[in-house]
């Protein structure tokens, strides 16, 4: 069952004072199924970003439709999307966009608290994904006072408290090390194998290859997909590795 399908999404951009206007996705078509672990990647500039911003209902497309578990995004009220957002998605982004002035508890429990859930009710969800994220010991800590990585398992762990429906991801592994971004991986895989679907938009072959499908954008399309089957993960690093090359290079793609 698919819980995204993007139907024929177009997004043209035009300039407040004049010029030319910019084509950011010109038709763009893909399902995501439910419980699928899925990677985005093109160059720069590909739609990449504008795609994303669409699918999490920040921004609106010029054509086309995105469905969330058969609604419709441009049927939910302006009123209702900031509720439609927070119940359905969960969100992990590059920059962590953790707040400074809060501990990582009760940055993990902000999606909880604009719900109005009571403080027993966020404890109990959040317990167990502190502990299976690692993180159990620093909650009472601020952003400030831990590694990048463990900044990331908060996101995560933001990400995951109000199960959301769909995680979308936002080069998660952007600003870690080596060893994080390991870290995060496994830690990704581990979520999607209890059948969380997530969504994630990657320069990373590394990351990407760890995902079951990825989807190559080219030029505000779909240009490309490779599924992973039975491939390992250096297997489908090598596949994802070759299929960037050609399109680099303006090659067909077998």
Known sequence: MAILEVRNLKKIYKPRFGGNQV???SNVSFSVEKGEY?????ESGSGKTTLLNILAALDKPTGGEVFLEGIPLSSIKDQKICEFRREKLGFVFQDFNLLDTFTIQDNIFLPLVLEGKHYKEMKKKLDPIAEELGIAELLNKYPYEV???QKQRAAVARALIAEPRLI????PTGALDSKSTDELLGLFAKINQRGQTILMVTHSVKAASR??????IKDGE?????YKGKMTDEQF???ISDTLTILATGGEVQ
Not at 222 to 226: C, E, G, I, S
């Open 147 to 149: 590694s990048g990585g």
């Open 38 to 42: 899925v990677a985005i990647m093109g």
């Open 211 to 216: 995902a079951g499908r990825v989807l190559f």
């Open 168 to 171: 979308l991801a936002d080069e």
């Open 237 to 239: 690093y090598q596949k």
């Open 23 to 25: 084509q950011a996705l």
């Open 222 to 226: 779909v240009f490309h997909q490779l």
